[in-house]
DNA sequence: TATTTGACCAAGA
DNA sequence: ATCTTGGCCAAAT
């Protein structure tokens, strides 16, 4: 089971409306390695069954999407979330922790 | 085998 | 609040 895998299985487990970020999500594997989840997500060959777009940056800012930040956006605000620019507001209601 | 590349993050200025 | 810097580590080159 390789490292990517792993980030794939996790990120099936975020609900909709919902989103959590590279960090929880190494953390959640037992490493530091922030930079590599987002290695892993940018070259995700499950989407959309894996849904990489509820990955957000520490603070609440959309860091980067294979297909645009822009699609990205539209993908979350359809499942209720809410934004200033690209960064998302009241981060702590929608943030899921495992 | 070695080097480079990021969808990151914390701390400092 | 914003910007820069240094450290991080799996994968691709």
Redesign the pocket.
């Known amino acids: 089971m ?3 895998e792993r980030v794939y299985r996790l990120c099936r487990a975020i609900p909709e409306g919902k989103v959590t ?3 929880i999500l190494a953390e959640k594997l037992g ?14 060959p499950y989407a959309p069954e894996v849904p ?2 509820r ?1 957000v ?2 603070d609440g800012s959309l ?4 297909h645009g930040l822009v699609k990205k956006r539209a993908l979350l605000r359809k499942e209720g979330i809410r934004f200033r620019g690209f960064r998302i507001i009241e981060l702590d209601k929608v943030l899921y922790r495992f």
């Open positions: 390789s490292f990517s970020t590279y960090k490493v530091r390695a922030y930079r590599a989840v987002g290695n892993a997500l940018n070259r995700n990489c777009h990955v940056g520490g860091v980067g999407f294979a």
